[in-house]
C-alpha cells in the first residue's frame, strides 16, 4: 500500500511564505519521482514542480520559478515545497504526486489560499 500525504497548507497573505511537505510510506523500490501540482477552482489541474528520489533530477514550473524550491529528504522519503513570495493567484489546492514503477499515487491535497 503506497501511502502520499500532503501538509503544511493554510491561509497566509501576500508576499509571505509557505512550506508545504509529502510524506510517502508503503514501497521499498529506491528509485522514484515525486511531483507537486496546483489546481484552482474552475482551473486545469497544472503541475508546479517535480524531484527524483534516488537519482538527481529536479524542476520548477517557470510560472513560480525564482519563488518557489523544490528539495528531498531521502532518508525519510519526504519531499518539500518552499512558496515565497506569494500572491493571491497562488491560491489552489496543492496535490503530492509520487510515481513509483510508471505507477501515479495521488495525496489528498492541502489547501493553499493566499488572501489578506
Known amino acids: 500500500q503506497v501511502q502520499v500525504v500532503e501538509s503544511g497548507g493554510g491561509l497566509v497573505q501576500p508576499g509571505g511564505s509557505m512550506r508545504l511537505s509529502c510524506a510517502t510510506s508503503g514501497f521499498t523500490y529506491s528509485r522514484y519521482t515525486m511531483s507537486w501540482y496546483r489546481q484552482a477552482p474552475g482551473q486545469e489541474r497544472e503541475l508546479v514542480a517535480t524531484?527524483?528520489?534516488?537519482?538527481?533530477?529536479?524542476n520548477v514550473a517557470d510560472a513560480v520559478k525564482g519563488r518557489f524550491t523544490i528539495s528531498r529528504d531521502i532518508r525519510t522519503n519526504t519531499m518539500y515545497l518552499q512558496m515565497n513570495s506569494l500572491k493571491p493567484e497562488d491560491t489552489a489546492v496543492y496535490y503530492c504526486?509520487?510515481?513509483?514503477?510508471?505507477?501515479?499515487?495521488w495525496g489528498q491535497g492541502t489547501q493553499v489560499t493566499v488572501s489578506s
Open positions: 504526486k509520487v510515481v513509483v514503477l510508471s505507477r501515479d499515487y
Open positions: 524531484i527524483a528520489m534516488g537519482f538527481t533530477y529536479s
